[in-house]
């Protein structure tokens, strides 16, 4: 085993793509400009790393949409051999709980190379969600409260696995998502940033960000000054709301992708019924990261 995976958790609509594109632009561009149409960190639930189930277990492999079969299957489908890339370590997103089922494992420790987890405001996930599924506000609240919330596994157009089955990836909650990421026995290089920090103070973070690779991998990106101004430029939220608009994105489910990215969005939009809701539900770590 070696640790060739360094992961971008979050909970859906927490600034996960937004974290991708200064990743890819600072690790793997020269001059730090953001390209929607290469961002180099892929999502961990990709379909096409699940054809290797076919060859372990045909008849499981046509019941992966049920998490007691997918869980078993969680190990291998991480194995360095079967992600696509020779590099030493890949990057890649997930949306998924640090949750075990059962007596399987989500993820071996032995597989991490680190991790950069992304937090926000479950209140504003709320508004963000309900807009990127197109969904009601009142769906969304119950989206982000259901300990057993799933979304889909990511598929591209030239996927070979099967349309008809839909592997699930486990979300629960928000507060058992965050937990799970951010108060756990993995002994590896762990940074948790707040997505209203990222978007508050961009370039203050991208240096934080900067010197924990540093710190912890001895891995620096070059040009840092030219990527930082050029990553600032083009990823402002207007800046790619317009190359959306012009050539689209393929993570786009129903609304617009990039919608408005700001902060507090929320006490405009919800009812009070739902702010409580959510409020009295998740008190103790909105307040532990300053929610409150």
């Not at 085993?1 to 594109?21: A, D, E, Q, V, Y």
């Given at each position: 085993?070696?640790?060739?995976?360094?992961?971008?958790?979050?909970?859906?609509?927490?600034?996960?793509?937004?974290?991708?594109?200064i990743i890819s632009s600072l690790f793997f561009t020269k001059n730090g400009f953001i390209d929607l149409k290469n961002i180099r960190v892929d999502q961990?639930?990709?379909v096409d790393y699940l054809n290797l189930i076919k060859e372990i277990n045909n008849n499981d492999y046509y019941q992966l949409?049920?998490?007691?079969?997918?869980?078993?299957?969680?190990?291998?489908?991480?194995?360095?051999?079967?992600?696509?890339?020779?590099?030493?370590f890949g990057f890649f997103k997930t949306h998924h709980a640090l949750i075990n089922f059962n007596k399987?494992?989500?993820?071996?420790?032995?597989?991490?190379?680190?991790y950069i987890y992304l937090i926000r405001d479950p209140r504003d996930i709320v508004v963000s969600w309900a807009n990127h599924v197109n969904s009601s506000l009142s769906d969304s609240v119950e989206f982000i409260l259901n300990d057993k919330s799933c979304?889909?596994?990511?598929?591209?157009?030239?996927?070979?696995?099967?349309?008809?089955?839909?592997?699930?990836?486990?979300?629960?909650?928000?507060?058992?998502?965050?937990?799970?990421?951010?108060?756990n026995s993995l002994n590896v290089p762990k940074m948790i940033i707040r997505y209203e920090d990222l978007i508050s103070n961009k370039e203050n973070i991208i240096l934080q960000m900067i010197n924990f690779f540093k710190t912890n991998f001895n891995i620096e990106p070059t040009n840092i000054d030219i990527k930082i101004k050029n990553i600032l430029k083009t990823s402002d939220f207007n800046y790619l709301t317009e190359v959306e608009?012009?050539?689209?994105?393929?993570?786009?489910?129903?609304?617009?992708?990039?919608?408005?990215?700001?902060?507090?969005q929320w006490k405009d939009?919800?009812?009070?019924?739902?702010?409580?809701?959510?409020?009295?539900?998740f008190m103790l770590t909105m307040k532990k990261f300053n929610y409150s």
């Open positions: 085993m070696s640790n060739h995976i360094f992961l971008i958790p979050s909970f859906p609509k927490s600034g996960n793509t937004l974290m991708r594109m961990l639930e990709n949409d049920k998490l007691s079969i997918l869980y078993k299957y969680h190990l291998n489908i991480k194995e360095k051999s079967n992600l696509n890339f020779n590099e030493d399987f494992k989500y993820i071996n420790q032995e597989f991490l190379r680190g979304i889909n596994w990511a598929r591209k157009k030239k996927s070979v696995f099967p349309k008809q089955i839909k592997p699930l990836l486990l979300t629960s909650n928000w507060e058992n998502h965050v937990l799970s990421w951010t108060e608009k012009k050539e689209g994105f393929e993570e786009r489910v129903e609304g617009k992708f990039f919608n408005k990215g700001t902060s507090n939009k919800l009812t009070k019924d739902q702010i409580n809701k959510i409020n009295n539900r």
